[in-house]
């Protein structure tokens, strides 16, 4: 599986961004897919996930309410829709696909090579 993220940049508190995550390779078996950021100096932290059969989704406390995960099956695609971003939002965005269906970063078997999402205060 290979994973292909875009979307990050360089945004004002408050504004969006959205990014995107596009999968290929052998992905007809991934469970789902979901996004983990990590800030300098941070661990790496669960985003967002969503399972491709049934779409639901799943969030870390810190975004709920403003970042919304959505997929596409026909393309492979999920994208994470972040608003009202705040400055504790910067860092790297990664996507990544798990071997079974737990959302931390130990049981990740694939990893996109992250995006940078910057958030000016």
Not at 90 to 115: H, I, L, N, Q
Request: proline share 2%; with cysteine; charged share 15%.
């Amino acid at each position: 599986v290979q994973l292909q993220a875009s979307g990050g940049g360089l945004v004002q508190a408050g504004g969006s961004l959205r990014l995107s995550c596009a999968a290929s390779g052998r992905t007809f078996s991934n469970y789902g897919m979901g996004w983990f950021r990590q800030a300098p100096g941070k661990e790496r932290e669960f985003v967002a996930a969503i399972t491709w059969s049934s779409g639901m989704t799943y969030y870390g406390d810190s975004v709920k309410g403003r970042f919304t995960i959505s997929r596409d099956n026909a393309e492979n695609t999920i994208h994470l829709q972040m608003n009202s971003l705040k400055s504790e939002d910067t860092a790297v965005y990664y996507c990544a696909v798990p071997r079974g269906s737990r959302w931390y970063p130990e049981f990740m078997d694939y990893w996109g090579k992250g995006t940078l999402v910057t958030v000016s205060s």
